[in-house]
Structure formats: C-alpha cells, structure tokens
C-alpha cells in the first residue's frame, strides 16, 4: 500500500477517543503535580532519562541524558535542576526550550521495568552558585536546565517486557553492527571510519565532562 493513501486515520480528538474509549479512572488519578517521595526515590536511583522537546515551528526532539544516579537535583517538589555535560554543542534542545519551554523527561533505572515520567517547563541557567556544586572531574556545567514540574507519573512496564530490554540474552553481538564512526565517515564522506573511530575513544575517554 502506498504509504500516502491510508484509508483509515485518527486525525482528530473525537475520533482518537471514541476508538480508544474511555481513559480509566487510575490512569487519571495516577498524575500528581508535585515531586512525591515515590518519584524522589526513583530519581534518586536513575541514572539515565530521556528528554523531548519542541521548537516554536512545532519541530520535535529527543535527546539521551545519563550520568550517575542522582545526577538530576530534586531543588524541592515542584523544581529539578539537570546540569548539562560536555557534547557536540548541538544543543538542539536547548534551541527548542529557548522557543518553547514545554519539556518532558522519561526517567528509567536499570532492572526496573517501570519507567517515570515528568512533564513541566524548563529554562537554562549558567549561575557559578548554582552550576559549580556539580562540577565532576573539577569541570563545572557551562549550563544547566531548571524544570518546572507540571505533572508527575509512573509508566507501567509494558513496554520494558514486550522489548526485553533488560534482559542480557537480548544483547547484540557488537561487532554485528558498524562503529559509530564508520557510520560518521560513511554518511559524512569525511575521513576515514579509523579516524572518525580514535576520536571517539579520545572523547569517551577525555570529555565525557
């Protein structure tokens, strides 16, 4: 089928509800406004999270964040502060919450299938008071990200049990798959897949802060 001629769509919220039904009662009394002790205690304990954002023209993004657990700073119920580690000075999510500031993080703890979900807004921040306190390896943050919560949930686990992903026996063979830098030299056409390769471990090992 052509993937432009679907004859069957849900292009409106009538018509995605009346074909889901009804939300449960649960799910809708499940979101809390506020950072609770269960949400702390998993916070505390994660030590990798996902972040989406979207820019001003409705453009989406989904962005890895992870150091160790504890990373992300509760400042009080309503209020985390992520600091931002050395990248590639992308920063597309940070573009996109300077003209939206709507962010939604997805936090996970490895061996849990359950996953947690917060919603808020968010601005950037380079005060030294407020940055140096996290610095690791003596660097400090050059940012970091304030959220201001809006809702919190926990996430069942069905996606972690249909996919497995905690499971060791689902791990691929590495070298099954190419290197990201044979990929960067084959889609970039710059240099060769052992360059693009040393600079990674360089990076890996000399700037993960």
């Not at 919450?97 to 299938?113: M, T, W």
Request: glycine share 8%.
């Amino acid at each position: 089928m052509d993937s432009l001629d679907i004859p069957a769509t849900l292009d409106d919220q009538e018509s995605l509800r009346r074909h889901y039904g009804p939300i449960s009662g649960l799910a809708e009394k499940k979101v809390l406004n506020h950072i609770d002790p269960h949400a702390r205690h998993f916070i505390g304990l994660s030590p990798f999270h996902v972040l989406a954002t979207a820019g001003g023209d409705g453009t989406a993004d989904a962005s890895p964040r992870g150091d160790a657990p504890g990373f992300v700073l509760i400042v009080d119920e309503k209020t985390l502060l992520i600091p931002d580690r050395v990248g590639n000075n992308r920063v597309d999510s940070f573009r996109n919450l300077i003209a939206h500031p709507g962010v939604g993080l997805l936090f996970f703890v490895p061996g849990v299938d359950e996953t947690l979900r917060v919603n808020g807004r968010a601005r950037l921040t380079t005060d030294p008071a407020v940055l140096e306190p996290h610095a690791v390896q003596g660097r400090v943050p050059k940012a970091g990200m304030l959220v201001e919560v809006d809702e919190v949930f926990f996430h069942c686990g069905k996606a972690l049990k249909r996919s497995h992903l905690w499971d060791p026996s689902t791990q691929i063979e590495r070298s099954s798959f190419p290197t990201l830098g044979r990929i960067i030299a084959d889609q970039t056409k710059v240099g060769t897949a052992e360059e693009s390769d040393k600079r990674l471990e360089d990076s890996y090992r000399n700037r993960l802060y």
